[in-house]
């Protein structure tokens, strides 16, 4: 193994990165950016924010979807709450939403629709962290940060070979990482690291023959890089139980009804319902029907528990009336404009009304 400088290590990666970096919607290449080219800090946002608790191959089609119809952060800013709620419907986490546009609004409102250059001013706008706000700095406006997510994380674990279980490691691998970090290219350095810990230094199968900094890998050299980081392990989330209620109307219209602001799936459509316990519920139905029991138990995790729905369904006549919730015309409703949770609910009922 040969023993490399944090200029050298840097200076290694930047030559890979400069051959090799990922084609994305919102990245300005590097030898664009060399020629001149300024990312748009509207779309570094953007994608940031996408990009939380989610695959790059998952936000992608959002991202393009999101930016052709609201190109930049004033069109985002003036945008129907509802609508970008249907647009972000699948992505998860839905207060990541309902902060984007609050963001967007406090731009435009405070400053002038521009991004704001220093951190602090970054920190102090809805859903951004110190993440965030350090890869808006480093990579929009090309100014030293050190930006770590949990693909920086494995690949300074792996480089330095810390064994300090995550995520008491963090602040070692933040420190590490930031000693890493160039005064210039700083931008280009935080995406070459994000896209070596994406591409080879994967989690279950690094591949070490192709990645640039193989001579200074500390973990490498010791035959732990595979191993690493270390974890300690989660305990098993618990399981609450829920009933959703589909209807359709025989007209084809479906009760949906939008869910309080605040809280999981905060302001979205979704099917009435009971509340989420780990006792099982007793039944509440919206309205009164002769209702029918799906065979498809949906399943579903959020972070911090999984969910078993049991999903009832029913065929009401055009003249009945809900105690919660309104009808959606055949013609406006749009599956996918339900989060995932509601969208899969949907799918165990479908054959229900198909048979009928």
């Not at 070490?208 to 900094?213: G, Q």
């Not at 098993?236 to 009804?257: C, N, Q, W």
Request: proline fraction near 8%; glycine fraction near 6%.
């Amino acid at each position: 193994m040969t023993i490399l400088r944090y200029e050298e290590i840097g200076a290694a990666l930047l030559g890979w990165y400069d051959r090799q970096a990922r084609s994305l919607p919102w990245r300005v290449a590097p030898a664009d950016r060399l020629a001149g080219q300024n990312p748009d800090p509207y779309r570094v946002w953007l994608s940031e924010i996408m990009l939380q608790q989610t695959t790059v191959a998952s936000v992608r089609d959002y991202f393009l979807r999101f930016t052709a119809r609201w190109p930049d952060v004033r069109s985002l800013a003036a945008a129907d709450d509802a609508e970008v709620m249907g647009e972000w419907a699948g992505l998860g986490y839905y207060a990541r939403a309902r902060n984007l546009l609050k963001c967007a609004r406090m731009i435009v409102s405070d400053h002038a629709g521009r991004f704001p250059e220093a951190r602090e001013a970054l920190l102090a706008l809805p859903g951004i962290g110190p993440y965030t706000a350090a890869a808006i700095v480093a990579i929009a406006h090309d100014t030293p940060a050190t930006v770590v997510d949990g693909n920086v994380e494995r690949v300074v674990a792996r480089l330095f070979c810390i064994e300090t279980p995550q995520p008491a490691a963090k602040p070692q691998l933040t420190a590490l990482a930031a000693r890493l970090t160039p005064q210039r290219r700083a931008g280009d350095h935080a995406q070459a690291m994000m896209d070596l810990g994406a591409t080879i230094c994967t989690p279950r199968d690094p591949g070490c023959d192709d990645c640039p900094l193989a001579r200074a890998c500390l973990a490498r050299a010791r035959g732990l890089a595979a191993h690493l980081p270390n974890r300690v392990a989660k305990p098993a989330k618990p399981i609450r139980h829920g009933i959703a209620y589909v209807t359709m109307r025989s007209d084809g219209a479906f009760l949906l009804e939008k869910r309080p602001a605040k809280g999981l799936l905060g302001g979205m459509l979704g099917w009435p319902g009971t509340d989420w316990s780990e006792q099982r519920p007793e039944p509440t139905p919206p309205i009164r029907a002769n209702w029918q029991r799906c065979e498809t138990e949906v399943r579903h995790a959020f972070t911090h528990f999984k969910l078993r729905l049991t999903v009832y369904c029913a065929l009401v006549p055009t003249g009945a009336h809900p105690r919660c919730g309104q009808f959606v015309t055949r013609r406006r409703f749009r599956p996918s404009d339900l989060p995932t949770l509601m969208r899969k609910a949907y799918v165990a009922a479908r054959p229900v009304f198909e048979n009928d």
